[in-house]
């Protein structure tokens, strides 16, 4: 089997703890790949001796059996862009780690005993997450594990755009906006908590649409997991649709931006976060 490893970029601890899964991966017969990034830092940290393992663009890491992230929840979800349906396993350097349930004196021992496993078994032991797919005529963006966002060319005075958000074919709100937000309940502790949306837990079936900026002052909604959700943004120059930050589509309004769950959820490997623990660390 293939253990992909995808660690955070200029992180001394990352490389670290990379550099020792390797050493261990090599003793049950596993081959490891890494992403380019990480390839580069390896080859260069002090207390790296044996030759650095494959490596491969984090696009490709869904040839791997089990993909290891390590870093925050913002290289869990480089990480898992390039996963596709492989099983990830997080292990947490970042602050709170909402994504990644693994302490790092843990990280060694817990990925041995999922990579033993799936040698003994042929699989990992999972949990399915939601991811969102956003498209218009003519594009589609890489599914996202925590949010969809769709706003005007900028945000505040002077900028955002009239949207109209449309829930299973029914009118929900319109009106002005600096933007609208799509969350899973997972990224319901990321940006949306932060353009005042709910906490939702991780085990709700359900998407989070919160406005960002909206004059209407249209409360959040919780709506069903397989809702269709479509935003028509005009009255703007230019607009914007971004897939977890980090993927983006440049459109010209009039547009209209679907909003659904994505045929191909992510899989969870390793043991479950504990949410309550998780909460207590943005205190």
Known sequence: MTVGIVAQRDNDRAMSLASTLCDRLRATSAAVVVDETTAGALGDH????AAVPDSAPVDEMSACDLVVSIGGDGTFLYAARGAGSTPILGVN???VGFLNAIAPEEAVETVVAEVEHIQKTGSARTRAKP???ASGDDWELSPALNEVVVQGERRGHGGGATLDVYIDDSLYTSGHADGVLVATPTGSTAYNLSERGPL?????????ITGMA???GTPPLVVDVDSEIVVELRDADSGVVVSDGR?????VPPERITVSRASEPVRLAGPPL???TALDKLA
């Open 247 to 251: 993927v983006r589509e440049d459109v």
């Open 200 to 208: 939702v837990h991780p085990d709700v079936a359900g998407l989070i």
């Open 274 to 276: 504990d949410f309550f």
């Open 214 to 216: 909206d004059e209407m």
């Open 46 to 49: 002090d207390a790296w001796e």
């Open 131 to 133: 991811r969102l797919q």
């Open 93 to 95: 350097l970042g602050e």
